[in-house]
């Protein structure tokens, strides 16, 4: 189901912007939000849903996706997360072990701010144990004071697509839906002739394990 805005504007999303404000350094209001654009390559009920945040809460969140089993997908034009604020892949499914966002326009992303992963259930804000992949084959800078909010491993990638076994790959240079299929872990990466570049100008502040390719 698509999320509303109104689904996400109950005490859950209160209790979830204050923990981030606690638990998180962000500068001090000032910023228009980041330029997060879903793109339309998902079916219409599972397209990822931005709730923005603002100058006072400088959060953006990242809804809904395509669940395959234990596989959660999203797809965007553009994902770029500035200085100063924050963007959260949020999940309400225990179930869910890796989330996987591509990008299938043809800018690569600026990660300048803070990006994460989060859970919703029993009425709390829980950290999530989900892995993220953000595959972006234009090309991906970490900025000078990036952080990772994860209880996953991140990999950050610029190949073409993400290949799972036989099952069959999620690509960001040929866009479909993801498979039914697409319920294993993923096996490899696939590169095309000219991947972009992965610039990091400092090391991503996190308590996880990251991976750049």
Not at 29 to 36: A, H, K, V
Not at 53 to 64: A, F, K, Q, R, T
Not at 128 to 138: G, H, K, Q, S, V
């Amino acid at each position: 189901m698509i999320f509303s805005a109104a689904y996400w504007s109950d005490i859950r999303v209160c209790l979830f912007l204050s923990a981030l404000l606690t638990t998180t350094s962000l500068a001090a209001p000032g910023y228009t939000q980041s330029l997060i654009i879903p793109d339309n390559t998902l079916a219409e009920d599972e397209q990822s849903v931005i709730l923005p945040g603002n100058d006072s809460i400088p959060v953006e969140l990242i809804l809904n996706g395509a669940q395959r089993g234990q596989n959660l997908f999203h797809s965007f034009e553009e994902f770029n997360v500035d200085e100063g604020r924050a963007a959260y892949f949020v999940i309400d499914n225990n179930n869910i072990q890796n989330i996987f966002s591509r990008v299938t326009g043809n800018q690569p992303s600026n990660i300048l701010g803070v990006l994460g992963t989060r859970r919703f259930g029993e009425g709390n804000v829980l950290q999530t144990n989900a892995n993220l992949y953000f595959i972006n084959p234009n090309g991906i800078l970490f900025g000078p004071n990036p952080s990772l909010d994860l209880g996953g491993s991140f990999f950050a990638t610029t190949s073409d697509a993400v290949q799972f076994g036989a099952q069959g790959s999620f690509s960001a240079t040929n866009p479909a839906a993801p498979s039914e299929l697409l319920t294993i872990n993923p096996s490899a990466f696939l590169f095309g002739a000219s991947p972009g570049t992965i610039t990091n100008q400092s090391f991503a502040r996190s308590s996880t394990a990251s991976s750049f390719t």
